[in-house]
């Protein structure tokens, strides 16, 4: 079976940085085929596509919010892809997900369009 696992969120005061991991592991996945997405969600509110990255790690994808502020990257000998956010502010507090096993021809910021999904890990940013 395919689990993803977040790790990395926690508490900063704005202006900070944090890294979220994302491990994938499970018999049959191949990691490296898999194109990557990075989603935050907070209460009442749909969840947002926040970055995405190809399965080589030579295309990458951000949504307006973070663009110069986030950086997505990837490990394929280690299964794991990583969102290093700077400049945090209080607007990018929410709970962040890691997806996988894109739906072909759906843009990859649709929740929809992911198959897998890790359990999530909170980031707050204090002003």
């Known amino acids: 079976q395919v689990q993803l696992v977040e790790s990395g969120g926690g508490s900063v005061q704005a202006g900070g940085s944090l890294r979220l991991s994302c491990a994938a592991s499970?018999?049959?996945?191949?990691?490296?085929?898999?194109?990557m997405g990075w989603f935050r969600q907070i209460p009442g509110k749909e969840r947002e596509g926040v970055a995405a990255?190809?399965?080589?790690?030579?295309?990458?994808y951000y949504a307006d919010s973070v663009k110069g502020r986030f950086t997505i990257s990837r490990n394929n000998a280690k299964n794991t892809v990583y969102l290093q956010m700077t400049s945090l502010k209080p607007e990018d507090t929410a709970m962040y997900y890691c997806?996988?096993?894109?739906?072909?021809?759906?843009?990859?910021?649709?929740?929809?369009?992911?198959?897998?999904w890790g359990q999530g890990t909170q980031v707050t940013v204090s002003s």
């Open positions: 990255i190809s399965s080589s790690g030579d295309t990458t």
């Open positions: 997806a996988a096993d894109k739906v072909v021809g759906r843009s990859w910021a649709r929740a929809d369009g992911y198959r897998r």
């Open positions: 499970g018999s049959g996945y191949t990691y490296s085929n898999n194109f």
